[in-house]
């Protein structure tokens, strides 16, 4: 091999190398640095917002968070929060709400500032130190700006109802043959005896 030629590969080798370092940095997609609250931590005090911050910065062109999603779950599979989510440079926030203690599942979506999607879900342990008041939870997923509708609650033993007016004036009238009907029969077997016996 000519000394010409091997300069003209090692030429050839640092513009590839070249290209190939301009172009890295415009093909990594953004990533997940930090959640709030973090992958399988047990909370024990809830905190004002939950966040998810990112290495890159966000693309929220309408400043509606449309494209962005913070859903929170329980293990029941309801709703909580009101589906409304903020960004911030590379973070995104939705306001924390959550229900009774137990296992809870955080699913999210956010766009970066290259307009890739980028979406996962991670769990957490809520197990509030102190006397706490859940939020409602909600069947469906919630939509910013929409009330959500609660959760039906689950049936129970409920005690027997009482008889309507009718069904109670229905019912009297019928004891009320029925005591009569009882009444003839007796008097009739009454009378019975009481001639056999003068016979006798």
């Given at each position: ?60 062109l309408g400043g509606d ?63 509030p130190a102190d006397a ?69």
């Amino acid at each position: 091999m000519t000394r010409s030629r091997r300069a003209g590969m090692a030429v050839a080798a640092l513009a590839a190398a070249a290209v190939l370092g301009l172009a890295s940095p415009a093909v990594a997609h953004n990533s997940v640095v930090s959640t709030n609250p973090a992958e399988g931590a047990v909370v024990t005090e809830l905190p004002e917002s939950f966040e998810i911050r990112t290495s890159d910065s966000l693309l929220d062109l309408g400043g509606d968070g449309n494209g962005f999603a913070f859903l929170v779950q329980d293990a029941a599979g309801l709703y909580y929060g009101d589906g409304c989510t903020r960004v911030s440079g590379s973070s995104m926030f939705t306001t924390a709400a959550i229900g009774e203690p137990g296992e809870y599942t955080v699913t999210w979506q956010l766009v970066s500032a290259d307009g890739h999607t980028v979406s996962g879900s991670y769990g957490f342990t809520w197990a509030p130190a102190d006397a706490f008041v859940g939020s409602a939870g909600s069947a469906s997923a919630p939509t910013c700006g929409v009330e959500p509708a609660p959760a039906e609650p689950e049936p129970t033993n409920a005690a027997p109802e009482e008889p309507s007016d009718a069904e109670a004036s229905a019912l009297g009238s019928d004891m009320w043959w029925i005591l009569g009907a009882v009444g003839a029969v007796a008097a009739t077997v009454v009378v019975t005896l009481l001639l056999t016996r003068r016979r006798t």
